[in-house]
């Protein structure tokens, strides 16, 4: 019973910490967080914008805007916080879970199975 408890308990931590970082998209964190690159003067220039993930354990994503032709680039790292706090949340779980598989293996030996073996 210890270990579908303790494996339930790990499913359930994973699917959290997947559905962290679907719920927060980078396109959805940099939406209002796009950074601006210096204009290098008079003329019309196209602006390319870049999201993708960062390379944390964790929501982050990296933001870059550029302008076309330039080679100029503004680059920035955001974390979705709520989407950090839900990913922790479900690396919580999932340790809490091992460590009461632990416990209840070390309580086990130290008292002896409730059948008598």
């Known amino acids: 019973m210890r270990w579908i408890r303790a494996c339930v308990g790990v499913l359930v ?47 982050v994503a990296r933001c870059t805007t550029g302008i ?6 503004a680059t920035a790292w955001v974390v979705d916080w709520t989407a950090t706090a839900l990913a922790s949340l479900g690396i919580v779980l999932i340790v809490v879970s091992l460590w009461t598989l632990k416990i209840d293996a070390g309580a086990r030996q130290q008292w002896g199975s409730p059948s008598g073996k």
Do not use: K, N, Q
Request: aromatic share 12%; hydrophobic share 35%; charged share 10%.
């Open 68 to 73: 076309e032709g330039t080679g100029i680039t």
């Open 13 to 59: 931590g994973l699917g959290i910490w997947g559905f962290a970082f679907l719920v927060s998209t980078p396109d959805t964190v940099c939406y209002d967080h796009m950074p601006a690159p210096a204009p290098p003067g008079p003329g019309a220039y196209g602006v390319d914008y870049v999201t993708g993930r960062g390379p944390l354990p964790i929501p």
